[in-house]
């Protein structure tokens, strides 16, 4: 399943809009918010049609699947938005991850757990805004978007902190030495709060991929934002979509797919945005000298001009 939805659901009381771009979407939020009347709503109207007094508008179909039978229902439902309501434990599970990833469906999951088995994006993280009328309500994204740096101040003490090894962190190492600052690895993205916690005095730049990075996303978020500048969070889609983003590659059709990605990542073969970068990347440089290795870049990638390109797609200056 590819594409972008919006989904609208309303009785004679109240109305629900979100948007969906990515296969997985999670609506969190607190108690008494609206969230569970939105699934209801759905599941009514899966049951009763325009009978139940609900309508449902959208290019694709929607399903609500509950426990007990949720595998089967899953493997049954085909190029449908499936939503998940709260309280249903197996959505933390690594048996309902797996159905997930080979599924063609997109999900919507409300939950209030960080779903760690799966790769989502802090920009599919969602919460609810009433509108100006309390009967309209909205969908927004729960964090702030850090897929850019309004410039880099590395020379004020920060130091680089990247998710992994290998070639993102070896990119923001020389881009650290070039601002005479250092970079060090978390080596997973789960132990970039425990740096943060062992090192409270340190100022980092921290940079991770946002589309697999909403797991991690609240207690990071929680953990920096009574720290001032002490932090600055750099969460672009990936190291994959830097480089294909930073005119280092050239390929009839690229710019089309960074400006729509949701019409060419299929939900079936890619569990996240970032698996699709890495896939693209790596199948337009093969054979060539930008041929990409997630584990080591390239001696081409390193060149002077090149590292200033990956530097202009980090800042907002353009």
């Known amino acids: 399943m590819t594409g972008k939805y919006r989904v609208v659901v309303r009785n004679n009381k109240v109305q629900f809009t979100?948007?969906?771009?990515?296969?997985?979407?999670?609506?969190?939020?607190?108690?008494?918010?609206?969230?569970?009347?939105?699934?209801?709503?759905?599941?009514?109207?899966?049951?009763?049609?325009?009978?139940?007094g609900i309508s449902v508008s959208c290019s694709a179909k929607t399903a609500v699947c509950t426990a007990p039978m949720w595998q089967m229902f899953i493997e049954n439902t085909h190029n449908s938005i499936i939503f998940?309501?709260?309280?249903?434990?197996?959505?933390?599970?690594?048996?309902?991850?797996?159905?997930v990833k080979a599924s063609d469906c997109y999900f919507v999951i409300v939950t209030r757990e960080n779903l760690y088995q799966l790769p989502y994006s802090v920009k599919s993280i969602l919460q609810l805004r009433t509108t100006a009328k309390r009967s309209k309500v909205t969908y927004s994204r729960a964090f702030p978007v850090y897929d850019r740096l309004d410039s880099l101040i590395c020379g004020d003490g920060y130091t680089f902190l990247t998710e992994d090894k290998g070639a993102g962190n070896e990119m923001f190492s020389h881009i650290a030495a070039l601002y005479k600052?250092?970079?060090?690895?978390?080596?997973g993205k789960s132990n970039i709060k425990k740096i943060i916690k062992a090192q409270p005095e340190d100022k980092f730049i921290i940079t991770a991929d946002g589309a697999a990075f909403g797991a991690d996303?609240?207690?990071?978020?929680?953990?920096?934002s009574d720290r001032g500048e002490q932090f600055m969070l750099y969460l672009p889609e990936s190291f994959e979509w830097m480089i294909l983003s930073s005119d280092i590659i050239h390929s009839a059709g690229l710019e089309d797919i960074l400006n729509a990605p949701w019409e060419y990542v299929k939900s079936e073969e890619f569990i996240s945005w970032e698996r699709y970068f890495?896939?693209?990347?790596?199948?337009?440089?093969?054979?060539?000298?930008?041929?990409?290795?997630?584990?080591?870049?390239?001696k081409a990638y390193l060149t002077k001009e090149n590292i200033r390109k990956i530097i202009t797609v980090m800042t907002a200056e353009r």
């Open 217 to 224: 996303m609240a207690d990071v978020y929680r953990m920096i």
């Open 181 to 187: 600052t250092k970079c060090i690895s978390a080596d």
């Open 18 to 52: 979100l948007d969906i771009e990515r296969n997985i979407t999670i609506i969190q939020g607190e108690s008494a918010r609206g969230k569970t009347t939105l699934v209801e709503m759905l599941g009514l109207y899966q049951r009763f049609g325009r009978k139940s």
């Open 278 to 298: 890495t896939h693209l990347l790596t199948e337009l440089t093969k054979g060539t000298p930008l041929q990409y290795d997630k584990t080591k870049l390239a």
């Open 84 to 99: 998940i309501d709260e309280g249903n434990d197996f959505v933390v599970t690594r048996e309902f991850a797996e159905k």
